[in-house]
């Protein structure tokens, strides 16, 4: 019975090395880093009129139970033309990460759409291109045509098809953030 | 000890009585030619002839011992009253000349269960399987299916369970490599192992007591003490991922015992093809290496072993995807949305995942009937997944976690009496699990340390030839002690910081650090009878009570599951989930032909499932949030086995599968259910033709018709509608056809060839599998020509 005295012992012993091991320090958080928390749609009158700013917020990220916070100050005036340009940021770091820069490093990997629906009268343009020529859409020409309401979807798109056909479904790739406004022209 | 004590009554006037009749192999009845009977009470043997016949005359009227002993086999003692003469079959269990295994002693009566039929695949199927998974060559066994992620990660569903509730023991040990995630399938090779069984039950106990589902057990072959170099060579090569797997081993075995062997195997694939298309990024680069030093003694064995295992798995690129609205474009897309040219490469999405285990092991007899057995395993298992990222992050691992475990087993075996059996044993473990923080990724699984022990205790009783009980009893412990990282919103939301306010360690802006610590005891049982009930059909009833304490996914789960476009919570407050299952097998031989019928009944209360509970407007789109919750359900099924021979070459070999699984309360169908299947194998095989085997398989897939209904809405901007993304609706029902032959030949000295050739999908079918997670965005695999050859050496 030595043997399964030995055996014994070491079995005895090695849980409780095991246990002991428990002087580990509180493990950091993690940074997040590549999550957008706020998309801002700027659109500045090229004439008359007043500035509109469209914004989805979710402080907690997307997979928090928060939801996003969405808002619309200012309204669309007909028959004016907008200087759009659009910012994402991850505040959940501070201070806040600009994910702008990351698009334009990789412009060829991204593009934004931006679709009117529900009856809204808007035509829009983009105004910068990517390193290949094709459209990226940090920047962009909004023209509100005729008064009525609708929304407003814009839509980040990574890794989509180059050059595509302007429509989110033909571009493919994935989406990072996609929000739908309710804009009203008067 | 029962066997020595049997009184010895003669008459003196009655000495010419005769025992007579044949020593044959337990398994296939055949003559064990040259068998040893030794009868106690005269001190005298016989020695039965080359067939296994054996006579013994001269005997007075009374009770005798026999003992019945073999090279090749384990010893047997009878209790034998003669009162005229007797015939008498002794069955014998044909592999002690296998000596190292450490449950060696009685491993007929004993570390087989009595009561379950262990499954057990055939070296032809695992050869088959050589090139697949562990999952895949499983899916032979009627009653598993497989979970599949693509055609590379395949997870074993045992009797519709899977994950957390199957236990994978890998040469004695239970393989701890996260296997509660769906994706996570299991880290071994199947080169590795000689023998790979299936106990479609908890009545495992020596193992684990949670093995709700079933237990794989997989075991190294054993080495033969005799100076011995043997080895065998497998090389397939498949049309399909234009690919190949070569698996080589050499075994050095000695006659004073000590043994050494080496494994390798290299598995290396490029993108997988549909009838129609290329999967892109379907690849597969596996690595594995296993070695063991050891000696075999007749008293006792030790053993020093170390495998390593290590993959690159592409995920299917066209099935990561950013949200519902991307998942409504792919589901809704006859083809992947995205097909590139085939290449070798495995880009992002894929997973990396190494597994190291060291092993030390040893047993020794105590006396005659005795044996005390321990093992101490160290586990590394560490897991990247690697995702499509942006800028800075691009390429760097997505999931870091690296999980540590360290178990320690004592095993003790003794013989009561005669047919009486006892086992009992204790284990301990720690594992500890570490989530990288430099991913930029929220952890998935938290850091965590977790203790357990359990401890269990097993007997069976042979009443007599034709009866045999079994019961055992298991307690578990565990504790789990985890660093948890709780966003603020969701820890409030879910009300903890009312219910469990002194987990908290330190708040982090709109982060929380909680230490939840966690206890669980976890009872299970099980009580089984093997009968006879004619020379022709056996029946075994088995019933298993298991319990098992929640796996860290299902407690700590609390955010985006990519690959699913999912939302995924767990819940700390969940306690152990607990089944009751009743199986009933009963197995017989009837001229041609042979059937196995396994019906089951497995009631499951505090089952863990996962279930969509609400959408979430989330700044990528509408998320559905799956919630984990506990419930009852139970499971209902059974699995027929059939063989006929036709002729002397062609032999007719069928499978049929049926399960139904419910919820109890609100008796809606469980998710993802295998459906119903019927397998046929249809062989000839000719020895005249130098043991030509030709094989057509046909299996007919059910499309399953019992789904919970899991669809919701979505708004689609580019057409401005709300639309039902439908991803509950099952896909039909098919049937694959394969054809294979192999032909052996014999090459100089004792060498041996064998040539296979095998066709799966011989019809080219494109078809969707309910149980593959990624049915939604592409076909299964297309038509595969492989070409196996095998060298024995």
Sequence with gaps: MKTFKYLTLLFVTTLFIACNNDDDSNPDPVNEEEVITTMTITLEPTGAGTQVVMQTRDIDGPDGPEPPVVTVVGELVVGATYNGSVAFLNETETPPENINEEIEEEDDEHQIFYIAGGGLDVTTAYTDQDGDGNPLGLTFTLTANTAGSGTMTVILRHEPTKPNDGTPADAGGETDIAETFDVTIN | ?793
């Design chain 2, 1 to 793: 000890m029962l066997v020595c004590i049997a009184p010895f009554l003669a008459y003196a006037q009655d000495c010419d009585l005769t025992l007579s009749g044949q020593v044959i192999d337990l398994h296939n009845n055949a003559p064990n030619g040259g068998a040893m009977l030794y009868i106690k009470e005269l001190s005298k043997t016989i020695i039965a002839n080359d067939n296994g016949y054996y006579e013994i005359d001269g005997l007075c009227s009374g009770n005798y011992t026999i003992m019945v002993s073999h090279p090749e086999c384990n010893t047997i003692t009878r209790d034998i009253v003669i009162r005229s003469n007797t015939v008498r079959t002794f069955k014998m269990e044909h592999h002690l000349e296998e000596l190292n295994e450490v449950i060696v002693q009685g491993k007929s009566e004993f570390d087989k269960l009595a009561s379950v039929r262990e499954v057990q695949l055939s070296d032809d199927a695992l050869e088959r399987n050589s090139g697949k998974t562990l999952g895949d060559a499983l899916n032979e066994i009627s009653g598993v299916s497989s979970l599949n992620t693509g055609n590379t990660i395949v997870k074993p569903i045992i009797n519709g369970l899977h994950s957390s509730r199957v236990t994978i023991i890998n040469n004695g040990t239970r393989l701890e490599d996260q296997e509660w995630g769906v994706e996570h399938a299991p880290n071994i090779d199947i080169n590795a192992s000689d023998k790979v069984a299936v106990i479609k039950n908890a009545a495992a106990l020596q193992y684990s007591g949670d093995a709700i589902g079933g237990a794989v057990i997989l075991e190294p072959s054993r080495v033969v003490v005799k100076d011995t170099l043997y080895g065998k060579t497998l090389l397939t090569l498949g049309t399909n991922g234009r690919g190949g797997v070569i698996s080589s081993q050499l075994t050095k075995g000695f006659e004073s015992g000590f043994f050494g062997q080496v494994r390798g195997t290299l598995r290396r694939f490029g993108d997988f093809e549909a009838p129609d298309y290329i999967l892109s990024n379907t690849g597969a680069d596996e690595k594995s290496l296993f070695a063991r030093i050891g000696v075999n003694r007749f008293t006792y064995r030790l053993e020093g072993s170390y495998s390593l295992f290590q993959n690159k798995l592409g995920i299917l690129r066209a099935s990561h995807l950013g949200g519902p609205q991307d998942q409504f474009r792919a589901i809704n897309s006859p083809e992947p949305l995205i097909i590139r040219d085939f290449t070798y490469d495995i880009d992002v999405p894929r997973q990396e995942v190494t597994h190291h285990v060291f092993k030390v092991k040893g047993d020794r007899n105590f006396g005659a009937h005795s044996n005390i057995a321990f093992h101490y395993t160290y586990q590394q298992n560490n897991r990247f997944e690697f995702d499509i990222r942006r800028g800075d992050d691009a390429g760097k691992a997505s999931v870091d976690l690296n999980l540590e475990t360290h178990t320690l087993a004592l095993d003790f075996k003794t013989k009561i009496g005669d047919g009486f059996n006892f086992k009992s044993g204790i284990t301990g473990d720690y594992q500890e699990n570490f989530a990288n923080p430099n991913t930029g990724v929220r952890r998935l699984i938290p850091d965590y340390e977790r203790y357990h022990f359990g401890i269990y205790a097993i007997t069976d009783y042979e009443v007599n030839d034709f009866l045999q009980l079994e019961g055992g009893l298991r307690l578990d412990y565990t504790h789990l002690d985890a660093l948890k990282f709780y966003r603020m919103s969701f820890w409030e939301s879910r009300n903890y910081d009312m219910l469990f306010p002194e987990l908290v360690l330190e708040e982090f802006g709109n982060e929380v650090l909680t230490n939840p610590t966690l206890d669980f005891a976890n009872v299970s049982a099980t009580a089984g009878i093997a009968y006879q009930l004619s020379d022709d059909i056996t029946g075994y009833f088995n019933y298993a009570l298991a319990s098992r304490a929640p796996n860290p996914s299902e407690l700590f789960s609390e955010g985006l599951h990519h690959s699913a476009s999912r939302i995924e919570l767990g819940d700390l407050r969940f306690d152990s989930e607990t089944s009751n299952k009743f199986s009933v097998t009963l197995e017989g031989r009837l001229k041609g032909f042979q059937f196995t019928l396994n019906p089951y009944a497995n009631f499951i209360s505090d089952f863990v499932v996962i279930e969509p509970t609400e959408i979430r407007q989330t700044i990528r789109g509408n998320f559905q949030v799956w919630e984990y919750r506990q419930t009852d359900a139970y499971f209902l099924g059974f699995d027929l086995d059939t063989s006929v021979s036709l002729s002397d070459h062609l032999n007719w070999e069928s499978q049929f599968s049926f399960l139904k699984a419910y919820e109890r309360e609100n008796d809606l169908p469980l998710i993802n259910i295998p459906p119903t299947r019927f397998a046929n194998r249809l062989s000839y095989k000719n020895a005249s033709l130098n043991n030509l085997k030709v094989t057509l398989g046909g299996t007919y897939v059910f499309r399953q018709n019992e789904f919970p209904d899991n669809n919701f809405d979505v708004f689609i901007p580019e057409t401005d509608s709300i639309e039902l993304l439908d991803i509950s609706t099952p896909p039909d029902g098919y049937f694959l056809m394969s054809l294979s032959a192999e032909y052996p030949f014999t090459i100089k000295n004792e060498s041996q060839l064998v040539l296979g050739l095998s066709v799966e999908n011989l019809l080219d079918e494109s078809y969707r599998n309910y149980l593959n997670r990624f049915r939604f965005y592409a076909d299964d695999l297309g038509r595969n020509i492989l070409l196996h050859l095998k060298i024995n050496y």
